[in-house]
């Protein structure tokens, strides 16, 4: 046999459905257990959704899009939710750790599902420690509102920052709070996921009420007039280029980042409950709760302050209700939630960055370190310790300038990958008479939901710097080296 076709099987061998299922099962030692019901399961997509977004976007979107901003949400949720349609779909099939990464196993092959773990790696780990410097930011707030105290700036700004100028490194700095929540967030995930996925249930409930609390006091200053245009015209001032419906797109592409922890959802299929089932109901029901909570938001604030006000507000939603009230407290309130809000948004993403890690190791792609799960807690603590001290060294250090068009280009072709998966996967079922007709899946065929998730995401990233593609480009080169320097010789596949 040729070697060119023997590579070729090697690069596209798939994982059964049933292996990529079943492996790991509580039954057997060493694995993970299925300790989450459907309720923690939802609400640790919105805990990894509702969080830092929420808080930012508006300053970024409103003044591209004015308040026809909420548009611009309905966009976003749109895309996205094409997307949790394709995941929901998968989910159902390939009840697996790992997300994206087993549901391209099981489809397009091993060496695109690599690529796609490199991809979800660069993902949750830059995001876990951009969301940690963001919970450096509303700590300050919070500690200067509540006690007039603020965290020296030595200890709260990383030595390295992006300028206009270029990277300046200022030694003896680093953000300290960052390398205090990874460390928190470590220890309560070594403790075990069930303990974990309850405490974040109980502070994601807490971020709701803070929402909640928010609109409440913003629909009190509400004015129909804020709304006068509807629409942002050109002369409006600020960004240029973002008048009518151009605005509401350049917006909807702002704000759609704030929809992208729903995937975290699916790299807790092992440890679920009944997962063909609580998955799909899990990331559907997630997407509700967050547009719903987001709009709600959008219409709140843009009722509350009129729409050229948002432009470099800090804390902007603060603001809102400290205007609203002409008092302090409803901006302190606000800025303690923000806190336990980012913090729940960082322990999600740490958890699904550990579990993609756990299941590549355990198909032998990567060492086996990764997938070793400690007996009495049920969890892979050497993993997270090894991810904490990265993402912790990462958010200590780095200027989260850099960090976050990062995020977006991972997540995005993690999306696109998805799409793909969906049809690929009915296509394979059918040839192998394996087609399941029960369970969730995407309507209107295979190709329509797919195809427009597709176009979808590569719309939102044209639009990336060029600086964002040269990295992804040397993070996607290291991958390739390391798949086939390592990852093809030691996989489980290459054994049988």
């Not at 690529?115 to 830059?126: H, K, Q, S, V």
Request: hydrophobic residues 55%.
């Amino acid at each position: 046999m040729p070697v060119s076709q023997t590579l070729v099987q090697k690069l596209t061998r798939t994982k059964p459905v049933d292996v990529a299922a079943e492996d790991d099962h509580p039954a057997q030692a060493g694995g993970l257990t299925r300790s989450i019901g459907l309720f923690p399961l939802t609400m640790i997509g919105v805990g990894a959704t509702i969080g830092t977004g929420i808080f930012f976007t508006m300053v970024e979107a409103v003044p591209k899009a004015g308040p026809a901003v909420i548009l611009s949400f309905l966009m976003a949720a749109l895309t996205a939710g094409l997307t949790a349609l394709c995941y929901a779909e998968l989910s159902f099939r390939i009840p697996a750790s790992g997300s994206s990464y087993s549901f391209a196993y099981a489809t397009v092959g091993e060496f695109l599902a690599f690529i796609m773990a490199a991809c979800l790696l660069l993902e949750y780990g830059l995001a876990a420690s951009a969301t940690a410097i963001g919970w450096s930011d509303y700590l300050n707030n919070f500690l200067g509102n509540a006690f007039n105290w603020h965290i020296p700036t030595a200890l709260r700004s990383p030595m390295i920052v992006s300028t206009q100028d270029g990277v300046v490194f200022n030694i003896g700095h680093m953000n300290l709070p960052p390398l205090i929540l990874v460390t928190l967030c470590g220890l309560l995930l070594v403790r075990g996921t069930k303990e974990s996925a309850t405490m974040n249930a109980v502070m994601v409930l807490v971020k709701l009420a803070i929402l909640v609390f928010f609109v409440a006091i913003a629909l009190q200053g509400f004015d129909i007039n804020n709304f006068k245009p509807f629409f942002k015209p050109e002369s409006a001032g600020g960004l240029a280029g973002h008048a009518g419906m151009a605005g509401v797109t350049a917006a909807a592409g702002t704000v759609f980042f704030s929809f992208i922890g729903l995937d975290t959802v699916a790299t807790a299929g092992e440890e679920v409950r009944n997962p063909k089932r609580n998955v799909p109901l899990g990331i559907l029901a997630a997407l509700v709760i967050v547009t719903v909570f987001y709009l709600l938001v959008a219409v709140a604030a843009v009722g509350a302050q009129p729409a050229h006000m948002f432009e470099h507000q800090e804390a902007g939603l603060a603001v809102i209700l400290q205007n609203v009230t002409g008092k302090a407290w409803p901006a302190l309130v606000l800025s303690a939630g923000a806190v336990i809000s980012v913090f729940s948004v960082t322990l999600v993403t740490i958890y699904g960055q550990t579990r993609i890690l756990y299941a590549i190791s355990r198909d032998g792609l990567i060492s086996k370190v990764f997938h070793k799960v400690d007996a009495r807690t049920a969890s892979p603590v050497a993993n997270t310790m090894i991810v904490c001290v990265v993402v912790g060294l990462v958010a200590g250090f780095v200027d989260a300038t850099f960090l976050w068009d990062m995020v977006s280009m991972g997540t995005l072709t993690a999306f696109i990958v998805v799409s793909i998966a969906v049809p690929v996967m009915r296509r394979k079922e059918r040839a192998l008479g394996t087609y399941k007709k029960g369970g969730f899946r995407v309507p209107f065929g295979p190709y329509l939901i797919p195809g427009l998730s597709v176009l979808a995401c590569l719309y939102i990233m044209k639009d990336l710097s060029h600086t964002t593609r040269v990295i992804f480009a040397i993070w996607m080169a290291a991958s390739v080296l390391t798949y086939f320097a390592y990852g093809m010789r030691h996989s489980r596949l290459n054994k049988g």
